[in-house]
């Protein structure tokens, strides 16, 4: 199935480091949604983001809707242990029902 | 904590075999989405219920089927399992744009 370009693919951090992801598409989206699943659970909504070039902060995480409106980026400021997870983008265009995923950005934090 | 709840949590199932996963939704989400996600992966869109009828699909068999109620739960039913329907099970309920999901269920077919 289709899925959005996420990278990196894996990355390790010390504590105490900022981070950056970013997700890219060939198509273009009108509402892109960030989430952290951790293992063995459901993806958690952290972020959600309505408007290309909006900048949005939620705690520690930014994220932006990039302005071609064909991806999207994830700051995580300061990482902490329970960080740790899989860090997925999705993406929907206007008009239909069905989220495009990212094949995931996995954190790992050295504490 | 979301609200969205699923069960069962496992499941074991043999090839040829039909399941039924069930989903109950926020109070208020009309809307259920499903999607199975492979080890490894992200989640894979199998279809939407709103008010009780199908919105949409993705790519997936009719042999992947599902139903929603009135009080807010759902099922997602798959018949004549295959060894690659293993996988987490995701339920997904939303009122606008953004989609709040359960923790899933682990369906292994053996």
């Known amino acids: 199935g289709q899925q959005l370009n996420q990278s990196p693919q894996s990355m390790f951090i010390q504590e105490g480091e900022d981070v950056s992801m970013n997700c890219t598409s060939s198509?273009?989206?009108?509402?892109w949604l960030w989430y952290k699943q951790d293992p063995g659970e459901g993806p958690v909504l952290l972020i959600a983001?309505?408007?290309?070039?909006e900048l949005t902060s939620n705690g520690r995480l930014t994220a932006q809707f990039g302005i071609t409106r064909k991806d999207s980026f994830l700051n995580i400021s300061a990482s902490i242990p329970s960080d740790v997870g899989i860090y997925f983008c999705?993406?929907?265009?206007?008009?239909?029902?069905?989220?495009?995923f990212g094949t995931g950005t996995r954190l790992k934090v050295l504490a | 904590e979301t609200g969205v709840t699923q069960s069962p949590t496992h499941l074991i199932k043999t090839r040829g075999q039909q399941v039924t996963l069930r989903c109950s939704s926020q109070?208020?989400?009309?809307?259920v989405s499903w999607y199975q996600q492979a080890l490894g992966q992200g989640p894979q869109f199998i279809f939407q219920?709103?008010?009780?009828?199908?919105?949409g699909r993705g790519n997936f068999p009719p042999r992947f089927s599902g139903l929603q109620f009135p009080n807010y739960s759902s099922e997602l039913n798959v018949n004549a399992l295959e060894l690659d329907d293993s996988a987490l099970y995701l339920c997904?309920?939303?009122?606008?744009?953004?989609?709040?999901f359960g923790p899933g269920t682990r369906l292994t077919v053996l």
């Open positions: 997904a309920s939303s009122v606008g744009d953004e989609q709040f």
């Open positions: 198509s273009i989206f009108n509402t």
């Open positions: 983001l309505y408007k290309a070039g």
């Open positions: 999705a993406g929907l265009t206007s008009g239909t029902y069905k989220y495009i």
């Open positions: 109070s208020g989400h009309n809307t």
């Open positions: 219920y709103y008010r009780e009828e199908e919105n």
